[in-house]
């Protein structure tokens, strides 16, 4: 069983840096991946890892956010620069296997991700 615990979160100033981090344990899997909600609106998919390396990212984050992982330290990060106060929301990390077409591949779909953490919040002041 996977276990994921975020931490990190904090409140900025637009224009600001945070970097929040998940402490994974358990068994690995192929995508790892950072969500976010805001209140009132719907889980998005904000990045994610292949257990490859292969990287993607929302457009919204394009340019400010990066994600990465130590597996030496078992923690997947997103360091976020440039904040903006739409930025603002739920973070949560989670792993998944993915998909299946041909060969192996992650989404930014949530339904995609089976292992979920518990939140850490961001928010953005303007």
């Known amino acids: 069983q996977v276990q994921l615990v975020e931490s990190g979160g904090g409140s900025v100033q637009a224009g600001g840096s945070l970097r929040l981090s998940c402490a994974t344990s358990g068994d690995s899997t192929y995508c790892m991946g950072w969500f976010r909600q805001a209140p009132g609106k719907e889980r998005e998919g904000v990045a994610y890892i292949r257990s490859d390396g292969r990287i993607s990212y929302a457009d919204s984050v394009k340019g400010r956010f990066t994600i990465s992982q130590d597996n030496s330290k078992n923690t997947l990060y997103l360091q976020m620069n440039t904040l903006k106060p739409e930025d603002s929301a739920m973070y949560y990390c989670?792993?998944?296997?993915?998909?299946?077409?041909?060969?192996?591949?992650?989404?930014?779909?949530?339904?995609?991700?089976?292992?979920w953490g518990q939140g850490t919040q961001v928010t953005v002041s303007s």
């Open positions: 989670a792993s998944g296997p993915g998909r299946v077409f041909v060969t192996r591949y992650c989404t930014l779909d949530e339904n995609d991700y089976r292992n």
